[in-house]
């Protein structure tokens, strides 16, 4: 296995344990830091939408234009970005209406201990949601570390944080319904792995295909898988706290660090 290889899986895998993280916030904690939350969803928003449409947009199509000229490298970048959304879309629509990974639930929810049947059913799909969402995240941090190592612990470090209010939406009701912390703590945890297993998936279908082109245009894709990640979960969820103007100074906080990073790179 190649350095790159193996930068992209231990991203993937740093990334996915952090519902573990949001687990413990849940477990530890009685009360919800709602400006917090909002700012940091935001400010993981934008460091997802700076990379992909000024890093890795800019770079899928730059390589691609050099490969097969200027309106066909861009033809190809555009489709495989808007394949990428469409893949993501996809991914959402699977997920049950009933219980949606993108409500979030608030700490101060572990004191209902009515209906513990709904409670728990609630948290086992939820979990069960998560983790066909976090596969896709974890192929784009997989991939975005095999570009390098700087754009996946970015990307790593955005989705990690976009991860631990998703364990605390495991935790909650989990604990509410049966009084484990154990038993929310591995579920919050084994959501989490689909990100690594997604990495692994990944690794194993492109790694025999790998080729420059091959590389340019699921750059492209990534980049509209977290693109939509961004918008259809990042900012809802932040708004979900009722602290949009907090959201959007996380956003631009965001942007402004990874634009910095990157010209401090340069």
């Not at 409500?103 to 409670?119: A, G, P, V, Y």
């Not at 970015?154 to 991860?163: Q, S, Y």
């Amino acid at each position: 296995m190649s350095t790159a290889a193996l930068y992209g899986l231990l991203f993937s895998l740093f990334a996915g344990l952090a519902t573990g993280v949001g687990s413990l916030v849940a477990l530890l904690t009685r009360t919800t830091n709602r400006k917090f939350i909002s700012f940091a969803l935001g400010l993981s928003a934008g460091v997802m939408l700076y990379i992909s449409f000024v890093e890795m947009l800019a770079d899928s199509r730059e390589g691609l234009v050099e490969l097969f000229g200027e309106q066909q490298g861009t033809t190809y970048m555009a489709v495989a970005m808007f394949g990428g959304l469409l893949l993501a879309m996809i991914i959402d629509r699977l997920v049950p209406d009933v219980e949606n990974p993108h409500e979030m639930h608030s700490l101060e929810e572990l004191s209902d201990k009515n209906n513990h049947h709904r409670l728990q059913r609630m948290g086992v799909i939820t979990a069960l949601a998560i983790a066909v969402h976090n596969f896709p995240e974890g192929i784009a941090t997989f991939m975005s570390g095999y570009e390098s190592w700087e754009t996946g612990l970015a990307v790593a470090l955005a989705v990690a944080i976009h991860n631990i209010p998703e364990g605390v939406a495991v935790s909650v009701p989990i604990y509410a319904a049966t009084g484990s912390r154990r038993k929310a703590f591995w579920y919050s945890f084994a959501s989490g792995l689909a990100e690594p297993v997604g990495a692994l998936v990944g690794f194993a279908l492109l790694m025999p295909i790998m080729s420059e082109v091959t590389m340019n245009v699921v750059m492209a894709a990534v980049a509209g898988i977290m693109i939509y990640i961004s918008l259809d979960e990042l900012l809802p969820a932040a708004r979900e706290y009722g602290e949009n103007h907090i959201e959007m100074y996380g956003l631009i906080v965001g942007m402004a660090v990874m634009a910095l990073s990157l010209i401090l790179m340069m």
